[in-house]
């Protein structure tokens, strides 16, 4: 009788991808090695990719030492990452095409931008921004649909010294003025609408909301973008294009510290309001530049596609900084994956002849459910590598990936970083390690991992362990602290494991040395890939008249990965109907933003607590995951029975 074929559950780069790859085995390992040993020497080597107008003499100044939290890289150097990004490339490429725009709809013509019109479009931008006050070290907020003005506008508050903070057009009001206050913005640059999958967001009039909670001095420079009509405040509101089109195109760069921060970009945490993760020039540049170089076997030539929005991190390392460096051709994406139809990443793929493409599994989940044939109709030949990005890759979706995306010929970069870590921490190099679907292989240069016991904090130093991700020294990439919180910045990352850089996240590393990341283990959740502070939501839930209490998780979700499950206690005498189920959900929106919306919520009329009044939240998650027979020891609550109730009610029966 002969076998069933077992799918190969290592794969390895074909020797036709290795004979050209940057890296390859015999590479990553002399390289990590030098890295770890001696990191000050490997990096002042490696510093030297970008171009600095005064060089560093100091390479590393780093210190997890609780209460001594420090990170300075190249603390003495002075460069500036727009004349990286975009000037120095002058000269060699200054007609190659350093944008692909591809807008919403298809019959919409794409744009291809030069490195010359961006050094021009980058110029006009920034000479409008100094028009308007903005200097060295001024905050901008950028509120933007991906539009090319998003890219001009980051690379013109780097050439000024502006720091920028971008907000994801998909969130609220509300959100946008926290964050304006938060960073003391100077200005918002926003536009009319953002067209997105056919439908078009209310950008303009968002903003006008957000404004009205901010300083009256916060200027709005509005991009005309789909000409539709908006209000207009005169004496605050600013036609960027307008002003774009009459200020000169030159416009020369200042000189900034390594240290000097490029951007403030607002993620969620545990616990309270959003945190100003804050990155700086010089480091995060070398990191964003290498990894994209090095993960993603970027060479000259190639067109690289990373889907993600400019709103999140990986649309800040991938899309802009790590690829404009490199002088690469990097494709920014108007759209969704469904519009028009299913096929649109591959028509789009194969339109540009993409080399290298960067997606999140929930995008892949997506689409394989709507079936392999949309895939199919498009001519993917011009692919070499696929990567992932924001969440653990399920092995279906891996091999979907692989098969129908890549053909079997293409490696897949399991890509595992966040926003506090600048660029990527674990990833396979492709043509030095060997892939497993689901494992993020193997640390990036430079990056030391430690997996610890949860709860004794024991270094486990076996090759095979699993407990919480920990790292033990710092990365040129690394975040320098959260903005006007430096006491926060030390609690939430330096103070559980004291010593180490603790990444929220569970690992488990197989006997072959490869990371498997598990999962948060704090009380983050991960919706689409887009992070999200259960607390946020909570607090939104609570600020509705008739909420009294309530308590979110995360459940298994099948294309988000995970859901939002909402506990919901409301005030007395509050009728629970479906039209408040309803208002609920459309309550968060509001408040947060889509992303943000519950799945699911659950009237409670009791949580379950402890005697202190904690919420136990590991019960919660038991009883969303419809897996409320293994509930563990409830004997510490203070009243038992409101489980009972709980399961009785649950709403994802299975
Ligand atoms: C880049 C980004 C960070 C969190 C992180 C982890 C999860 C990201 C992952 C992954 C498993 C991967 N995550 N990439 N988990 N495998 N390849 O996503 O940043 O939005 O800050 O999220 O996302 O849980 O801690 P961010």
Not at 45 to 64: A, L
Not at 199 to 216: P, S
Not at 587 to 613: N, Y
Request: aromatic fraction near 10%; proline fraction near 6%; glycine fraction near 8%.
């Amino acid at each position: 009788m002969s076998q069933p074929v077992q799918a190969p559950s290592v794969y390895p780069a074909s020797d036709e991808f290795v004979a050209s790859a940057h890296v390859d085995a015999a590479g990553y390992e002399a390289m990590y090695s030098a890295s770890a040993a001696d990191p000050a020497a490997f990096w002042a080597e490696h510093g030297k990719r970008i171009d600095w107008i005064k060089p560093y003499t100091k390479v590393k100044n780093t210190s997890f030492e609780p209460g001594n939290i420090s990170i300075k890289w190249f603390e003495d150097g002075q460069l500036n990452v727009s004349a990286n990004c975009v000037d120095r490339h002058m000269t060699t490429r200054a007609n190659q095409t350093a944008i692909i725009w591809e807008p919403d709809h298809p019959d919409t013509p794409a744009l291809h931008i030069t490195y010359a019109q961006l050094l021009e479009n980058t110029c006009r931008m920034a000479n409008v921004l100094k028009a308007h006050g903005v200097t060295k070290g001024d905050r901008v907020v950028i509120y933007l649909p991906m539009i090319p003005e998003a890219a001009y506008a980051m690379l013109a508050c780097a050439r000024i010294g502006a720091i920028h903070s971008i907000v994801f057009a998909g969130f609220s009001p509300d959100a946008l003025s926290n964050r304006i206050n938060d960073s003391e913005a100077k200005c918002v640059i926003t536009a009319d609408f953002a067209p997105r999958g056919g439908r078009k967001t209310a950008l303009k009039a968002n903003t006008d909301a957000a404004l009205l909670h901010c300083d009256d001095r916060v200027k709005c420079l509005v991009v005309k973008h789909t000409g539709d009509q908006t209000s207009w405040v005169s004496g605050r509101d600013i036609d960027v294009k307008a002003e774009m089109a009459e200020v000169s195109p030159y416009c020369s760069y200042v000189e900034v510290n390594a240290e000097d921060p490029l951007f403030i970009l607002y993620t969620s945490g545990s616990t309270g309001k959003p945190k100003g993760v804050v990155h700086t020039s010089g480091g995060y540049l070398v990191y964003a530049s290498m990894t994209h170089q090095m993960t993603f076997d970027y060479h000259d030539g190639d067109v690289f596609w990373c889907t993600a929005d400019v709103g999140w991190v990986t649309g800040h390392s991938y899309i802009i900084y790590g690829p404009l460096a490199n002088g690469a051709t990097t494709i920014m994406f108007e759209g969704v994956p469904t519009y028009p139809d299913a096929g649109r990443f591959w028509e789009v793929c194969a339109k540009h002849k993409v080399n290298q493409f960067y997606t999140a599994p929930t995008a892949i989940r997506a689409l394989m459910g709507q079936g392999a044939e949309w895939v199919e109709k498009h001519d993917l030949s011009s692919l070499k590598l696929l990567g992932s990005v924001g969440e653990p890759i399920n092995p279906e979706a891996w091999n979907w990936y692989n098969t129908h995306v890549g053909k079997g010929k293409c490696p897949i970069v399991d890509t595992f970083w966040q926003t506090e870590t600048g660029g990527h921490l674990i990833t396979p190099l492709p043509g030095a390690v060997p892939q497993k679907p689901g494992s993020a292989t193997m640390p990036f240069f430079g990056v030391k991992p430690v997996i610890l016991d949860a709860a004794t904090a024991e270094v486990q130093t076996e090759t095979a362990a699993e407990g919480v991700l920990c790292i033990t020294d710092s990365w040129p990439g690394q975040m320098r602290t959260l903005w006007g919180d430096h006491a926060r910045f030390e609690e939430a990352y330096f103070s559980q494991y004291p010593g180490y850089y603790f990444t929220g996240d569970g690992c488990r590393r197989d006997a072959d040395g490869y990371y498997w990341i598990t999962g948060r283990v704090d009380d983050v959740i991960n919706v689409s890939g887009h992070r999200m502070g259960t607390a946020e939501v909570e607090s939104a839930l609570v600020a509705h008249s008739m909420v009294a209490e309530a308590a979110v998780v995360g459940y298994p979700h099948e294309i988000k990965g995970q859901g939002i499950y909402a506990y919901v206690t409301l005030m007395n005498d509050v009728e629970p109907t479906d039209e408040l189920r309803k208002d609920l959900v459309k309550w968060v929106r509001q408040e947060i933003g889509p992303i943000a919306s519950p799945d699911l919520i659950q009237w409670s009329p009791g949580l379950p607590k402890t005697r202190s009044g904690k919420i136990m939240r590991r019960i919660l998650r038991k009883i969303a995951e419809n897996d409320y027979d293994a509930l563990g020891d409830i004997s510490t609550l203070a009243d038992p029975s409101v489980v009972e109730e709980l399961i009785a009610n649950r709403m994802n029966r299975r």
